[in-house]
């Protein structure tokens, strides 16, 4: 039983690696859009928004962090555990570590409720 929490803790603490140190989807700041509608890279620019908090246009889906202060495509939330920004690059490596971080409290939980009647069983046989 305790020989398998290492493995989840490992997995779990690369996850966090992945989403710590992994790009949100950060966006360079575009202050002009004169005869830059499409530019070599296929990406239409033509109904960008101006933010106002950073000085740069943005496509709708990305809203500038203030946390952050960077653009980031697909916004969701800044990570207090992470300290990032999660965006649409690191939403897949994000959702892993929550559900690894879940599986490792509740076996924590186990662990401990386990050796907990596993202690009171012996003390009563003394």
């Given at each position: 039983m305790v020989a398998t929490y290492f493995p989840i803790m490992g997995i779990t603490l690369i996850a966090l690696f992945f989403v710590s140190c992994c790009d949100p989807g950060l966006l360079e700041r575009v202050e002009s859009l004169e005869g830059d509608v499409?530019?070599?890279?296929?990406?239409?620019?033509?109904?960008?928004?101006?933010?106002?908090?950073?000085?740069?246009?943005?496509?709708?889906?990305?809203?500038?962090?203030?946390?952050?202060?960077?653009?980031?495509?697909?916004?969701?939330?800044?990570?207090?555990?992470?300290?990032?920004?999660?965006?649409?690059?690191?939403?897949?490596?994000?959702?892993?570590?929550?559900?690894f971080i879940n599986i490792l409290c509740y076996y924590s939980i186990g662990i401990v409720v386990f050796f907990s009647f596993k202690t009171a069983e012996l003390a009563k046989g003394l």
């Open positions: 499409e530019v070599g890279d296929g990406v239409d620019r033509s109904r960008w928004i101006w933010n106002d908090q950073v000085g740069s246009y943005r496509p709708n889906g990305a809203v500038y962090c203030r946390e952050c202060k960077v653009i980031i495509e697909t916004y969701d939330h800044v990570c207090p555990w992470t300290g990032t920004g999660i965006g649409r690059r690191n939403m897949p490596a994000f959702k892993f570590f929550v559900v």
